[in-house]
T-cell receptor, first 112, second 112 residues
């Protein structure tokens, strides 16, 4: 692994289903982030974690949850997917909060 | 609420031109500012991070400046090449350093 990996690359999901997007980084970064990118709205922060064991809410947290059990992994869960959650999801990390952020390749999610 | 604006939304130039991309933000109490490029269908690549105490940062043909008092940053690209064609995103950290707030980007097209 080099940098940040995200899985799956893309997914089509029925509304109401539960889905977990995975994010793993091998840079031992303390801070990790989840963003969504939508046409016309740009990138918006969903949740963040400044260090393992802590998480915080971003601009658009409703309908999403995260956990940070260890330094490397930061999964994003949609408990009951809705069509408005159709988006491209990016995971990012940085040495610590406020530092340069590095992004993963993204997950394209379609909720029907 | 912090708002980030990038003008123009799109720009087309011939190869070899020097160009400037503009970014403005409404709240001057920022922690850091970061410039990214995004190729179609890809993740974000970090170009430069300017700390709030810095006035500019350089990397190769790229030079980014920051004027906190006027709420502006510029990204200068020297001797543009077709490979520079991409969307360029400006993002500012909030004062706490916990969240990056993104502009909607400038899409650059460099023709050979």
């Amino acid at each position: 692994i080099a940098g940040i990996t995200q899985a799956p690359t893309s997914q089509i999901l029925a509304a109401g289903r539960r889905m977990t997007l995975r994010c793993t980084q091998d840079m031992r970064h303390n801070a990790m982030y989840w963003y969504r990118q939508d046409l016309g709205l740009g990138l918006r922060l969903i949740h963040y974690s400044n260090t393992a064991g802590t998480t915080g809410k971003g601009e658009v947290p409703d309908g999403y949850s995260v956990s940070r059990a260890n330094t490397d992994d930061f999964p994003l869960t949609l408990a009951s997917a809705v069509p408005s959650q159709t988006s491209v999801y990016f995971c990012a990390s940085g040495v610590q909060e406020g530092n340069e952020q590095f992004f993963g390749p993204g997950t394209r999610l379609t909720v029907l | 609420k912090q708002e980030v604006t990038q003008i123009p939304a799109a720009l087309s130039v011939p190869e070899g031109e020097n160009l400037v991309l503009n970014c403005s933000f409404t709240d001057s109490a920022i922690y850091n500012l970061q410039w990214f490029r995004q190729d179609p269908g890809k993740g974000l690549t970090s170009l430069l991070l300017i700390q709030s105490s810095q006035r500019e940062q350089t990397s190769g043909r790229l030079n980014a400046s920051l004027d906190k008092s006027s709420g502006r940053s510029t990204l200068y690209i020297a001797a543009s090449q077709p490979g520079d064609s991409a969307t360029y995103l400006c993002a500012v950290y909030n004062q706490a350093g916990t969240a990056l707030i993104f502009g909607k980007g400038t899409t650059l097209s460099v023709s050979s």
